[in-house]
């Protein structure tokens, strides 16, 4: 599957946006949080912000971005719709919860908006997973490790900022950084669960089956046009399967292994907290961005197999 | 509405007889004449005359050689939307643009409701939708609902574009819903199927499959006949004079 820059700066910014703002709205709910100051603030700011930078970059892969709102409105059938309903949803209890930090207002009702804003942010990370997993036209994608990857990454990535925020704003960032750490390691797991899945399976649909016609085997001989049309260039995006490992192996440097390090090195020296959890969210969000390419990269398209594609 | 609307008893949709494609794409080109002007208007190309020329077109002929084992040979196959009564397409549009008809079960785009997602492409296991870059929306077979209704033409150009094209009479159009109906009974006759039926999405156009060539139903009684009796000897002498001449002209 070709991969969309829109897409994929979508998919990694808002995920760590709802990513954050879960770990904020449940952190409130439980009062584990700092009490709300002007840091629980930012972190919210920051949380809506990269949700409004995601959301406004996915309109960019649009034919009609001035028609997204029409997006809100099949949410009975359609993930997208629903991604769309629940991406904005979360505004409203955050925003509030950011006003009642501003404004300094410390009361019990502020609890069930943090409640709110996490379920809201859990939803729509769910929502945008199934964008994908919901396709049995895609086999790498129509798998259930995809949401829980999605899920893992959002946390790992929203606790890390939420670690290197707390850092650089004088407070310790200990326990958030002990929880970037084991969703790092889950999200680790996870990925590598799916690319075992991925790598595992050949793909049950084959190029003889596709038009039906031949017993043995078949061979295009003639393609329907000389260049590549949407769909070849579309759902026909190949990349070599050595540029892949090798881009593996990139992903799981800087997504997993280099913040992992950063954080545990960052609790072990405490002073340099604030530069190390710097470089691992930027290390991270680089890998995040790898493997959201990678993601799509990787994927093929069963109507590839008309235009002589294997296996997919 | 995504949501898909009742099952009708009418299911239009196409018949595309494989064993009579000659492969010269002609449905292919008057596909895009008609439809460019049509309900699809525009279906745009880009560098048409250039180095890298691409567009819109809503149906497209693949040739493929087929190896059946005891022989291959050369398959003219035309791909365009197979207007499913279950289609992931439809469900999955975030707006409603994608929408399938309860009257006659053809499988539309609204495009001035269409945001040019691209989400119905990914959907569909048949490569059957192409976007429009200059309309920003997504183009499909219409199964040419501006020409099957339309009073205002002559009854015998009321069926689509790519029907009317064929001139090797490859493709039927009827309601495959309606079991007496031309096309369902030459489906019922040549064992017409359904492209990737395991998806689910029960696709409403047939295809007729290639039938054995003629070489291949001699050599298969020739191969009957040398286990059994040599064949019986003409009796009549115009009989006799007619299997010289036969094996004469053989010659």
């Not at chain 2, 429009?132 to 040419?144: A, F």
């Not at chain 2, 009854?155 to 689509?160: K, L």
Request: include cysteine; hydrophobic fraction near 45%; charge should be positive.
């Amino acid at each position: 599957m070709h991969p969309a820059y829109s897409v994929i700066v979508f998919t990694t910014a808002s995920g760590a946006g709802y990513g954050l703002l879960f770990w904020l709205g449940l952190g409130h709910a439980a009062g584990l949080l700092p009490a709300p100051t002007w840091i629980f603030f930012v972190a919210i700011a920051l949380s809506l912000l990269l949700i409004t930078v995601g959301l406004l970059s996915s309109t960019l892969h649009l034919g009609h971005p001035e028609r997204a709102g029409r997006a809100f409105s099949q949410w009975r059938s359609s993930w997208l719709s629903r991604e769309g309903v629940g991406g904005v949803a979360p505004y409203v209890p955050a925003g509030l919860l950011a006003l009642a930090s501003l404004a300094g207002i410390e009361s019990g009702w502020t609890q069930p908006l943090g409640l709110l804003s996490a379920l809201g942010a859990l939803a729509t990370v769910v929502c945008t997973a199934m964008i994908y997993a919901c396709l049995p036209t895609i086999r790498q994608w129509n798998l259930a490790l995809v949401p829980v990857v999605y899920l893992a990454l959002a946390a790992a990535s929203g606790a890390l900022l939420l670690a290197c925020l707390f850092a650089m704003s004088g407070y310790s960032p200990g326990p958030v950084s002990v929880l970037a750490l084991v969703s790092l390691a889950g999200a680790a797991l996870a990925k590598i669960a799916w690319l075992k899945q991925i790598d595992a399976a050949g793909g049950d649909w084959t190029r003889r089956v596709a038009p039906g016609l031949a017993k043995v085997s078949i061979r295009q001989l003639d393609p329907p046009h000389t260049r590549p049309n949407f769909v070849m260039r579309e759902m026909g995006y190949a990349i070599a399967r050595k540029h892949a490992l090798k881009l593996r192996q990139i992903m799981f440097a800087a997504l997993f292994a280099a913040p992992a390090l950063l954080l545990v090195l960052s609790l072990a020296v405490p002073f340099a907290a604030p530069f190390m959890l710097t470089a691992a969210v930027v290390s991270a969000g680089t890998g995040l961005l790898v493997e959201r390419w990678l993601f799509f990269a990787e994927a093929t398209h069963v109507s590839m197999l008309y235009y002589g594609l294997q296996r997919a | 509405m995504t949501s898909l609307p009742q099952p009708s008893s009418k299911k239009l949709g196409l018949v595309i007889d494989l064993d009579i494609c000659v492969g010269c794409h002609a449905c292919v080109t008057s596909c895009k004449e008609w439809n460019t002007g049509g309900h699809s208007a525009p279906l745009s190309d880009h560098d048409p005359y250039g180095a890298d020329p691409h567009g819109a077109w809503l149906n497209r002929v693949h040739s493929y050689e087929v190896d059946e084992g005891d022989r291959t040979g050369t398959v003219h196959f035309p791909r365009s939307c197979l207007h499913c009564e279950t289609p992931a397409c439809v469900t999955v549009c975030p707006t409603g643009a994608s929408y399938k008809r309860a009257e006659d079960g053809i499988v539309l785009v609204d495009p001035d409701t269409c945001i040019g997602c691209k989400l119905c492409s990914w959907a569909c296991p048949y490569g059957a939708r192409e976007y429009d870059h200059d309309d920003g929306v997504m183009k499909k077979c219409t199964l040419c609902v501006d020409r099957i209704y339309n009073e205002t033409i002559p009854e015998i150009d009321r069926v689509p574009a790519c029907v009317r094209a064929c001139p090797t009479g490859a493709r039927a159009f009827g309601d495959l819903g309606d079991p007496q109906s031309a096309v369902s009974q030459s489906v019922a006759a040549r064992g017409g199927y359904g492209l990737l039926e395991r998806f689910g999405y029960k696709p409403v156009n047939r295809y007729l499959p290639p039938r054995r060539k003629v070489s291949a139903v001699s050599e298969a009684r020739r191969d009957g006949n040398s286990t059994s009796a040599a064949p019986a000897e003409p009796r009549s002498s115009i009989e006799k004079l007619f299997a010289w001449a036969d094996r004469a002209l053989s010659r």
